[in-house]
């Protein structure tokens, strides 16, 4: 039940008080007490919706009681109507208003005042009530978007930490990937090459014994196909794992493998050199020329460009590597288009390049594309 307590040392006051606020306050219960002291043991007990406050008492005046109110965290929210005979002096009303008292009434007053500030109180409680739930429920939003944003950031970190995983994994698989063409390379070289060789060797020398012209026709159209075979084995070991990239570096491979494209595309190619070498890790050597064929592949299969330009600078802490086309251009972002090719197929080069803590820049129009690797300079070449 809601309260109201009413504190006056004169008992006649407080019985007309209670009288007309029983009257106009129903479903209100009206405590009194007949003294500041036990004034304030009822308001820290019963915690009243208002308390309507004589000034001069004994023993606590009302200034003391209000002041002692206001500075506790309990009671501190309760509006204080001020009842006084000096209600109207000034001096009186300010030391009231300084001391915590929310409205004043004189002695004797009004029957139909009393009732109205009574009614301003009990508002001004249920607007702090209202405000103070307002708060808490914000206080309690504010804790919870705290923890969300705890638990965001530590899901975020968990994401960072697993593509960071799968870049690692994508680069491992390709170094992996590496190893095992170069051992498929050696295959070819060493097992199905030489093989193809002895084969054409002795074949060969079967001309030199004039057998008949048929047979000799035969053994020379067998010959021509054997050659061409140990032609496209070569090839294909080259591009397999490339002996020059291992022996000689990345330039020469990069320089061989666009004259390569001349011939076999007929397609215009120009290599800028502006270094003398590339300082890197030997895996990064790997990485950056698979990252260059492929976007000379991406050249070939889809911007019918008829040249195409590779270009290797230096500046102060990075290598820069462009490959350029005058081909028919693309939109591209990195973000989308991952459920074609081409565009999943640039996404895993960026992806793969932030592994060595490089960088990819695309620009493309319809006058060409212009594709950027940015690595920075490493001390430990290996």
């Known amino acids: 039940m809601k309260k ?82 000096f209600g109207n002096d000034s001096k009186v009303r300010v030391k009231g208003l300084n001391t915590g008292a929310d409205a004043f009434i004189s002695k004797p007053f009004h029957m139909e005042e009393l009732v109205a500030l009574v009614n301003v109180m009990l508002r001004i409680k249920s607007a702090e009530d209202r405000l103070r739930e307002q708060n808490n429920d914000l206080e309690e939003n504010i804790k919870k978007l705290k923890r969300a944003e705890k638990v965001q950031k530590k899901n975020l970190l968990k994401i960072n930490k697993y593509q960071n995983k799968l870049k690692q994994l994508n680069h491992d698989l390709l170094l992996t990937e590496e190893k095992e063409k170069k051992a498929i390379a050696s295959y070819l070289h060493d097992g199905i090459g030489q093989t193809l060789s002895i084969a054409h060797i002795r074949l060969t020398s079967i001309l030199n014994l004039e057998p008949e012209s048929k047979i000799k026709n035969t053994i020379f159209e067998s010959t021509k196909l054997i050659d061409n075979a140990i032609k496209e084995s070569k090839l294909l070991t080259y591009d397999l794992s490339p002996p020059i990239l291992y022996e000689l570096g990345l330039i020469p491979a990069l320089r061989w493998k666009i004259d390569t494209i001349e011939q076999k595309e007929n397609i215009k190619t120009v290599f800028k050199n502006k270094v003398n070498s590339i300082e890197l890790e030997t895996n990064s050597h790997i990485l950056i020329y698979r990252i260059i064929c492929e976007l000379l592949l991406n050249v070939i299969k889809h911007a019918n460009a008829s040249s195409i330009i590779v270009e290797i600078t230096k500046r102060k802490r990075y290598y820069r590597l ?17 459920n074609k090719p081409i565009g999943y197929g640039l996404f895993s080069i960026n992806e793969r390049i932030e592994v060595i803590n490089g960088k ?23």
């Open 360 to 382: 990819f820049l695309i620009k493309s129009n319809a006058n060409g594309t212009t594709a950027s690797i940015i690595v920075p300079f490493q001390n430990n070449k290996k």
């Open 4 to 85: 109201i307590l009413v504190i006056d040392d004169v008992n006649s006051n407080i019985i007309l008080i209670k009288s007309i606020l029983l009257k106009h306050f129903v479903g209100f219960e009206i405590l009194t007490a007949h003294s500041g002291i036990e004034g304030l043991e009822i308001a820290d007990k019963e915690l009243p919706c208002t308390i309507l406050l004589d000034i001069y008492m004994p023993e606590m005046n009302g200034f003391e009681v209000c002041k002692h109110l206001k500075n506790n965290p309990l009671t501190r929210g309760i509006p204080i109507l001020m009842i006084s005979a």
């Open 322 to 338: 462009t490959v350029s086309d005058d081909g028919i251009g693309f939109n591209y972002n990195k973000f989308s288009g991952l």
